[in-house]
């Protein structure tokens, strides 16, 4: 899908009613587009939501970031970790606030997939390297905005859950049931909310491309940010569904089967640790 249909995009939005970026997202970027970025001035900003500055020291302190001694103040987080890392975990928060994630089981599993998902894409983008090579802050992002189109229609639609009972139980992929029931699709809300989130153009392109054909397949090779991080969602996504990887897909992102049974094992041992270590919500 690499245009929108403008006209089905406007009913998405005026439809589904897409949240836009909260304040602190917005101040947040503003500080980091600064050569010098002001920590004090960030951390008051985030220290302003107590329940913000206390998930991010919680998470932090956690068994999966493996820090050596205790983070007791988001100033000490930012020197450690660094300001995108501390702006994904806050922007996570608040999406998982905004979406409501917690409000069913079906919500909780998806919004977990899309926490494992970004950890998975921020490890394989550190782990890898491409011609055009995404930040893994940025692949972090994509892992979990990914899920958002459908967290979204699932709060907002009436008879929802039949439409991913369906999809489940006919093995039709998601997006074709919503097209043809709603005339919308998770894909088109999720790239709606990324614009409205203003995240980066690759990732809202990667977010509208989910399940559309595979450049791997064919022996293209990437062309650029939005076809990398493409691929390294479909392999994050692999690897929670248990689903056999292709080789043509380690072959387009230049990783060695090898290398990527190492980053498997990684990867195992890392996402034990975070779900036995916290409960982020």
């Not at 970025?37 to 302190?61: C, H, M, Q, W």
């Amino acid at each position: 899908m690499d245009s929108v249909d403008l006209d089905k995009l406007q009913r998405a939005i005026r439809k589904t009613g897409i949240p836009q970026q909260p304040d602190i997202i917005l101040e947040l970027a503003k500080e980091q587009l600064k050569s010098e970025p002001d920590f004090t001035r960030i951390e008051k900003i985030i220290i302003r939501d107590v329940g913000i500055a206390s998930y991010v020291l919680k998470v932090i302190n956690s068994p999966f970031f493996g820090v050596s001694r205790p983070v007791d103040s988001i100033h000490q987080a930012l020197i450690m970790l660094g300001l995108k890392q501390i702006n994904n975990l806050v922007t996570e928060k608040l999406l998982s606030n905004i979406l409501n994630t917690k409000s069913t089981p079906l919500s909780r599993l998806i919004w977990e997939r899309s926490r494992k998902s970004a950890m998975i894409c921020s490890t394989l983008a550190s782990k890898i390297s491409l011609p055009f090579q995404p930040e893994k802050e940025r692949a972090y992002t994509l892992g979990l905005f990914h899920h958002s189109g459908t967290l979204l229609l699932m709060r907002k639609h009436p008879g929802y859950m039949d439409i991913y009972n369906r999809s489940l139980e006919e093995n039709i992929p998601l997006h074709e049931i919503e097209l043809g029931e709603i005339g919308i699709d998770h894909r088109m809300i999720g790239y709606a909310m990324a614009q409205a989130w203003q995240l980066n153009p690759d990732i809202t392109q990667s977010i509208l491309n989910q399940h559309e054909s595979r450049p791997w397949l064919s022996g293209a090779t990437i062309q650029d940010e939005a076809d990398a991080l493409g691929a390294i969602l479909e392999l994050a996504n692999g690897f929670i569904h248990e689903v056999d990887v292709e080789p043509t897909l380690l072959t387009y992102l230049d990783l060695p089967e090898q290398q990527f049974l190492e980053i498997e094992d990684r990867l195992l041992i890392d996402l034990a640790i975070d779900t036995q270590g916290v409960n982020r919500h």
